[in-house]
């Protein structure tokens, strides 16, 4: 069946349609929706084997391709729990062609990197096999897919390749049994009590990854991996669908499955009328949160009228989640935040869930306040504000995703593939998606959206947990508390929701526009530049790689560094303190409101040395944006005496979280080596906190956004100058500029951060109480860069940083198989943005392991990297290192954000003085020029220059480890050292109960 209207089927005519001018379509809610992929090749093999083809120029010269099975761990026998999950991992291990991780190796040759490229995942019901890869050369994409064709039939299972990949699928398994892990098994295990699935989670038990046998694992590989359950997804820049088909039949056609085809079993999970109530007590978790989840069987989508419950469904969302977002925003709020969605979680059931974050011993206030607004909406329903807000909002998304039609990533639409071979999701095209909508959406009532309350009733197979660090509530206090509301709700007796006023315009007197005093054209950036009369300077670039998105950002030098160490703390919280009041003149829930159905967002930043503004809008609502920016200088964030009780309450909240959190010490430990235990990289304490005096903090944030003679702005995307210069005249060229400079650097007068770095050694283990056994390594060299070589030497390190990273992975998981993943992460934000002077820094090893084999760890990555400073990396090390870059570099070029960063990287580059276009192409030069010369030797001496060499010289190493008598402590060799870390957050609590269907793995 056709599902476009014949006047919209050519492709040249749709491209013409704006939405606004798309048609309206006549509807039949009993329609049904075709079961052939809109826009894709496909078919099946005879050996049963289904595939898509799929042309799309987004990006240039790239696949996205994806091998999916429909196996997954619910399949599992009982001594093969945790076996799906292994053979994902021995596929990038060994197949009968390639041995000793040789896919990996091949994939990163031709740029596709290691888990960013090439990456697999095991869920309950399902494996899926991705791959991202260049397809310039006429064999690159045959290759590519020849390597998913060994993944369906070839993988070698011997007990060589068992032993060698236990290590890091135990790695992955280690790294699930923290605070989160354990919180999300918890309520995996009683949202899906009396299932198979409940016994099932995709990362198995211990005891199986540690001891079963290549017999079992090979068993279930024959058994369940036949082609009859898998599907090759292939997307991406092709000349045609036909000859990629061809390769597929070409690679697939002969394969044969090992055994009979077996259909996998369907397994249910029970419905219940009574809800299952559960207090989870862990100490080491980020905060108090309360979930409740409603199961209800899978719906499959199949014609119209489903599609439009789908609507109905989101609409309800939006509107729910708008006025949770309120709630968090009045007067002592009963949670810090709380959001409703929906998820498959299993292939029969799908969860209605709401989850809400509060205060330690908030959760029965929480519990009761969701409970409350749910039922609220039941007695009286939304309102018609609600409901049109909601529908604007979603009206805004399907025209968005309709003018981008023609430059979705290829990857996304792999994912449309992979929904509709695995759980049988229609795909029917963006245009259709859009009539369907616009058609759709303005004829949805309030009362139909009110409806949809009725699937958080806690009749309603009804999972309720509260989680807290500390035992307060009971299972019987939240039962009383489900009887309290069902029994107001019964009798009426709760009341209307109460509505803001909303004011109409965000700018209720327009200023006065500027003018243009000077304007340059930078070709070779394809940008151009205007100094505004208020001493803005202004860059845009134009582009068309997105039809709806339009990105910016302004920076002005002078931060935190420059402020005293006695005011550090309370104006350090200025942006958070000022977010909660409202930085652009009207609250938070109410400007919510006001940009309902436009596409503009901003965020502020104060940092070291700059203070930034940052956002993202729709090409049409620029003007909202711009005014936003407007309203950022021109507004006066005064605290109010509630504002600042919600604001601290939450902070205290976080550094309490932190305390229980096993790697805060770990944390703070290594940014005291690192950083001498300066006051600018010391972690906020409670004392800390009881110091801050936010009328300083908001008097600090309002001087920040003042003087708009000290800001650069860069606005990159499909910008129409005509319609936008006018509109930055109005309201950038329309900020006042003050009588007096205000917070007006020099760059190279900033003062420079306090911090010391190590000059010896230092190694250290660092104990922390853990629930469960967790092991965390850095290993860190201090970096000098010369002023002189300054800008190839930036260069060469990102390029050694892609080097070490691949040769440590290659020794400690491919060689050894103790670790899951490494990364190397480079520091140098420590520097003031001055043009002189050498730049200090440091880079870093990070990986997690079995604390058992930690030590012995750090000694195989120390010697790995000596003998690169000794004996250099070989040829196709270096020509691995350059594809990938190459590839980054050229997908890039492609992209808005490589462009926004390329620009200010420009303006703030040593080099800088006046030209942007001269500092771009000089950066650019000097990435082309290191690219010429690196080769092994060049490579080598960089090695031993850029950190110390020999490198076993001068280095920190800070370990993590459970606090265990056991455990023999390492001893400091000496002191007044350093290791660089990443400013490591709270860890966020992962509520969302989905992502624990799934076990991500880089295999």
């Known amino acids: 069946m056709d599902l476009l209207p014949a006047e919209t089927t050519s492709s040249e005519i749709v491209k013409k349609h704006r939405f606004r001018s798309l048609k309206m379509i006549e509807l039949n809610y009993d329609q049904v929706l075709s079961d052939v992929p809109y826009g894709a090749e496909y078919g099946k093999l005879d050996n049963g084997l289904t595939y898509y083809v799929r042309l799309n120029s987004k990006p240039k010269n790239r696949a996205a391709l994806a091998l999916a099975v429909k196996v997954g761990s619910v399949l599992e026998d009982d001594e093969e729990r945790g076996v ?17 991780h040789d896919i990996v190796k091949f994939l990163e040759s031709i740029g596709a990197e290691f888990g960013a490229c090439q990456n697999a995942v095991t869920s309950s019901d399902e494996t899926i096999y991705e791959l991202f890869v260049p397809i310039d050369k006429p064999e690159l994409l045959s290759q590519a897919i020849s390597v998913l064709a060994e993944f369906s039939t070839e993988i070698r299972i011997s007990a060589d390749d068992l032993e060698k990949e236990r290590g890091a699928v135990m790695e992955e398994y280690r790294a699930n049994r923290n605070a989160n892990g354990r919180m999300q098994e918890a309520h995996w295990l009683l949202m899906l009590e009396g299932s198979k699935y409940a016994e099932r989670l995709p990362i198995g038990l211990e005891k199986v990854i540690r001891s079963v046998s290549p017999e079992i694992v090979k068993r279930f590989y024959t058994k369940w991996y036949g082609l009859q359950n898998m599907a090759v997804i292939a997307v991406g820049d092709f000349s045609d669908t036909q000859s990629v088909a061809e390769l597929i039949k070409t690679h697939f056609g002969s394969k044969v499955s090992a055994t009979e085809y077996l259909s996998p079993p369907r397994f249910l999970v029970p419905s219940h009328e009574e809800p299952r109530i559960s207090c989870f007590v862990e100490s080491e978790a980020a905060g108090s949160a309360v979930m409740i989840s409603c199961k209800s069987p899978v719906v499959e989508l199949s014609n119209i009228s489903h599609y439009r419950d789908l609507l109905v469904e989101a609409m309800f969302y939006h509107a729910m989640n708008q006025r949770f977002f309120k709630i968090s925003r009045k007067n002592d709020p009963p949670y810090f935040s709380c959001s409703v969605a929906a998820d498959v979680v299993v292939q029969p059931v799908k969860a209605y869930i709401m989850t809400s974050s509060c205060k330690e011993k ?43 039609r023609d430059q979705v990533q290829s990857t996304s639409l792999r994912e449309e593939y992979l929904h509709h071979f695995l759980r049988n999701e229609p795909v029917v095209g963006i245009e259709y998606e859009a009539q369907l909508q616009k058609t759709i959406l303005p004829h949805i009532s309030s009362s139909e959206v009110s409806k949809y309350s009725e699937n958080f009733r806690t009749t309603h197979s009804c999972v309720i947990k509260a989680i807290e660090p500390r035992a307060v509530a009971t299972v019987d206090d939240l039962k009383t508390t489900v009887l309290k509301i069902n029994s107001l709700e019964e009798n009426g007796n709760i009341s209307p929701w109460d509505e803001d006023y909303i004011p109409e315009e965000i700018v209720t007197s327009k200023p006065n526009p500027g003018s243009i005093v000077q304007e340059s054209e930078y070709v070779n950036i394809g940008a151009t530049e205007l100094i505004l009369l208020n001493g803005m300077r202004v860059c845009y670039k134009c582009t068309d790689f997105l039809e709806d998105q339009v990105l910016f950002k302004g920076y002005a030098y002078g931060g935190l560094s420059e402020l005293p160490e006695n005011e550090y703390i309370s104006c350090s919280m200025g942006s958070t303190i000022a977010g909660e009041i409202g930085v652009f003149g009207y609250r938070p829930s109410v400007l919510m409101d006001m940009l309902a159905g436009k596409r503009a967002e901003i965020g502020t930043k104060l940092g070291a040395y700059m203070r930034t503004f940052y956002g993202d809008c729709s090409p049409t609502d620029l003007e909202t944006a711009l005014q936003l920016v407007y309203q950022l200088f021109v507004t006066n964030v005064v605290p109010g005496e509630e504002d600042i009780k919600i604001v601290m309450q939450m902070s205290e909240e ?49 001087k920040c956004f003042k003087d708009p003679s000290t800001f650069t702005v860069v606005i990159v995307g499909n910008i129409d100058p005509t319609i936008a210069r006018p509109l930055i005249l109005q309201y950038l060229g329309g900020i006042a500029r003050p009588s007096e400079p205000i917070l007006k650097y020099s760059r190279d007068d900033l003062k420079g951060l306090p911090f010391t770095f190590p000059t010896t050694i230092i190694r250290e283990v660092v104990r922390s109480p853990m629930v469960e056994a967790q092991c965390s390594v850095q290993l860190c060299f201090p970096v000098e860069l010369k002023n002189e070589k300054m800008m190839e030497d930036v260069h060469l390190i990102g390029f050694l940083s892609k080097l070490l990273e691949a040769k440590i992975i290659q020794v400690l998981r491919f060689k050894h198989g103790q670790i899951y993943s490494a990364g190397i992460s480079v520091f140098l934000g420590g520097n003031k943005p001055s043009r002189v002077g050498d730049a200090r820094g440091d880079i870093s090893v990070n990986f997690s392991c079995d604390p058992d084999v930690a030590l012995a760890l750090v000694d195989l990555a120390l010697d790995e990297i000596q003998r690169l400073q000794d004996e250099g990396p070989s040829d196709a090390d270096i020509s691995t290192v350059l594809e990938i870059d190459q590839r980054t570099h050229e997908n890039g070029l492609q992209e808005n954000n490589w462009w926004l960063d390329r620009i200010l990287h420009s303006y703030q580059s040593r080099i800088y003085s006046g030209d942007v276009g001269t500092s771009f192409a000089v950066q650019d030069d000097s990435r082309s020029d290191v690219r010429k010369t690196l080769t092994p030797a060049t490579a080598q001496l960089a090695l031993q220059k850029i950190i110390p060499f020999p490198c076993k010289r001068q280095y920190t190493v800070v370990i993590l480890m459970p606090q265990n008598p056991r455990i023999k402590l390492l001893k400091s060799i000496v002191t007044d050292a350093k290791v660089q870390v990443g400013f490591a957050g709270l860890i966020v609590l992962a509520l969302c109960i989905w992502r624990y269907s799934r076990s991500s793995s880089q295999s």
């Not at 799906?84 to 000793?100: D, G, P």
């Not at 206030?365 to 504000?385: C, I, K, P, Y």
């Not at 305390?659 to 004392?687: M, Q, W």
């Open 362 to 404: 908030g959760t029965l206030d929480a519990l009761e306040s969701m409970l409350t607004e749910v039922a609220r909406v039941r007695l009286h329903g939304f309102s018609d504000r609600e409901i049109s807000v909601a529908r604007a909002m979603m009206m805004s998304e399907i025209e968005s995703a309709y003018l981008e």
């Open 84 to 100: 799906a999950h292994i053979v994902e991992h021995l596929a990038f291990s060994a197949t009968k062609r390639y041995t000793n």
């Open 654 to 702: 976080s550094v309490n979280a932190q305390e229980r959190d096993p790697y805060t010490v770990f944390t703070n430990r290594v940014r005291e080596l690192n950083y001498g235990n300066s006051y600018f990289f010391r972690p906020t304490r409670i004392s800390d906190l009881k110091q801050v005096d936010p009328f300083s903090a908001c008097e600090y944030f309002n």
